[in-house]
Nanobody, 119 residues
Framework: QVQLVESGGGLVQAGGSLRLSCAAS????????MAWFRQAPGKEREFVAA????????YYKDSLKGRFIISRDNAKNTVYLQMNSLKPEDTAVYYC????????????WGQGTQVTVSS
């Protein structure tokens, strides 16, 4: 049973930074793509960033490139999302997700962590 637990959310002023963490358990962590999504109030969930199993390849929502950085530590079974120069529009619940090999959709999700950016 795959379990994902996010942490690191909170309240931050515009221009500030936060680092989210997602601890994974239940299977071998390395080799599986990991991703971050977010959902703002009244909006659909959207893709934020993803990272390959080895960490060699990263992918971002175009508008977030340069501000957000995804990384992983396979020894700690943890994926991170460093968020810089935060804006009020970044306010959302941030979710960690992973998927089985060969599957397009993300199968496993964490419970989410709230990020609130004040202006």
């Amino acid at each position: 049973q795959v379990q994902l637990v996010e942490s690191g959310g909170g309240l931050v002023q515009a221009g500030g930074s936060l680092r989210l963490s997602c601890a994974a358990s239940g299977r071998t962590f390395s080799g599986y793509r990991m991703a971050w999504f977010r959902q703002a109030p009244g909006k659909e969930r959207e893709f934020v960033a993803a990272i390959s199993g080895s960490g060699a390849n990263t992918y971002y929502k175009d508008s977030l490139k340069g501000r957000f950085i995804i990384s992983r530590d396979n020894a700690k079974n943890t994926v991170y999302l460093q968020m810089n120069s935060l804006k009020p529009e970044d306010t959302a619940v941030y979710y960690c997700a992973t998927r089985d090999p060969g599957v397009v959709d993300y199968d496993y999700w964490g419970q989410g962590t709230q990020v609130t950016v004040s202006s």
